[in-house]
């Protein structure tokens, strides 16, 4: 047991463990599920302290449930401190990341766009462009840039 006590006053007292978390709400395709996770698994690598919220959505944005999720997608959005915009090979244009990435605006959130892939043909969606949102590679120094200066802290 003393040994467990140790073990906890060490971490407590660690200079990272003092440090706040940082919520990031996720936008991106179902499709593109696995290269997000690998996204997140290096991200989370670079700064620990991200925590990630994700509403993967297999509701269509005219369906009944409709509002219910946009309530709760609100929410969600409310409570990052910055949005990824996670633009992979099957990243069309859609009326929910065109309402996510409107509303993530509006609530005046840091938003960042990122390539899931390296592919020439990838290009950023229309309300990207239109609202001349960048479309950035990711990689740790841009990941360490953007979790400390666009995250605040929650």
Sequence with gaps: METLE???????FEPQALLPRRRAFLIFRVED????????SFAKGVDPRLDFIDFALKVHFKNENAVYVRRC???????????????????QDCEW???????SLLM???LV??????????KAPKVLRDLKVDLHPWGEGLIRD?????????
């Design 33 to 40: 599920l696995d290269r997000v996770r690998e996204f997140c």
């Design 146 to 154: 953007l979790t400390r200066d666009k995250a605040s802290d929650r």
């Design 6 to 12: 140790e073990m906890a006053r060490g971490e407590v």
């Design 97 to 103: 990341v065109d309402w996510e990435v409107r509303e």
């Design 113 to 122: 766009a990122l390539r899931l892939s390296d592919e020439p043909s990838l």
């Design 108 to 110: 005046k959130k840091n």
């Design 73 to 91: 997608i609100t929410k969600r959005i409310e409570a990052s401190s910055i949005v990824f915009v996670l633009v992979g090979k099957t990243f």
